[in-house]
C-alpha cells in the first residue's frame, strides 16, 4: 500500500504545479477538457476530483479557455481585415444578439388533427337516415321531375 504526501493510503497525488501547467496550456491553446487533461497525463476524473479539492482552480481553468477565446477572436479579427467573412464571423461571435444569422432562428409550426366520433342511438340513428332519405330524396325527385 502506497500512502501519499497527506499520510493518505492509495495513489500519490499528480496535483503538482507543472501537471497543472500543461492542463492549462493545452485549454489556453483551445483545447476541450478531456484533450487538455491528455496532455496534462490526468484523466477527467482526477481532474473533477481536484476542483472540489482546489476550487481556486475553477478560476485558473476559466481564464485559461478565455485565453483560448481571445486569441482566436484576434485571429478573426486579423483576418478580417482582408476578408469580409471573416469580419461578418467576428461581429456575430462578439455580439449574437445584435449578428445572427437567419438560419440560426428555429420556428415550428404544428398541425393537428382532431377526430371526435358521434355516438348516438340506433333509434336516433334510425331517425337520420330517414331525414337524409326525405331531404335527399325530395332534391333527387326535383332533378327528374319523379315523384318519389
Known sequence: ???????????????????????????????????????????VSTLSDWRDKHPELDERLAEAREKARLKMLQRIKRAAEDDWRAAAEFLR???????????????????????????CTEERRMELIAQHKRLFGEADNAKTGGTG
Open 93 to 119: 461571435l462578439t455580439f449574437p444578439a445584435d449578428y445572427r444569422r437567419a438560419s440560426n432562428t428555429q420556428s415550428v409550426e404544428v398541425n393537428t388533427a382532431v377526430q371526435q366520433a358521434v355516438v
Open 1 to 43: 500500500m502506497v500512502v501519499d504526501q497527506h499520510g493518505k493510503p492509495g495513489r500519490p497525488t499528480k496535483y503538482e504545479p507543472e501537471t497543472v501547467e500543461r492542463l492549462l496550456a493545452g485549454l489556453a491553446d483551445g483545447l476541450p477538457i478531456r484533450s487538455a487533461c491528455i496532455i496534462a497525463g490526468i484523466g
